[in-house]
């Protein structure tokens, strides 16, 4: 069974004047990699891609390469500050989590992140 993720990138200017500065913060870390092609999706994330190859062991070092273009585009990982979680218990029917469970399994998101999404779609959010 394939894994495919479907995304659709759109067009931003912004982020073609960064590439320079995003492909030399890349190249603090791999001295040979070529330039980054950045892009943003159309749901706001921000990405780059980048061919070059990786040994083992340096999985540290591409995290913090990672780190410096994300901080040349001005971008964090993680959930936004500001947005506090708080822990919930649900008393479902088990078909009605069972059919929850799989509908998070196959958009590959978690239940929790499916709920919130009902509930803004709701108006309750």
Excluded at 6 to 18: G, P, T
Excluded at 77 to 82: L, T
Excluded at 92 to 101: N, S
Excluded at 109 to 117: A, C, F, G, K, P
């Amino acid at each position: 069974m394939s894994k495919v993720d479907v995304v659709e990138v759109v067009v931003d200017d912004e982020l073609r004047q960064k590439t320079r500065a995003a492909t030399a913060a890349f190249r603090r870390f791999f001295a040979d990699a070529p330039e980054l092609k950045l892009y943003r999706t159309a749901d706001g994330r921000l990405g780059f891609q980048a061919q070059f190859a990786l040994v083992p062991g340096d999985g540290a070092r591409f995290e913090k390469a990672y780190r410096a273009v994300m901080k040349v585009l001005g971008a964090t990982r993680g959930r936004p500050a500001g947005t506090r979680k708080v822990r919930a218990k649900l008393r479902l029917r088990e078909p009605v989590y069972r059919k929850l469970r799989m509908a998070a399994k196959r958009s590959r998101w978690t239940v929790s992140d499916l709920v919130e999404e009902l509930a803004s779609k709701a108006g309750l959010a």
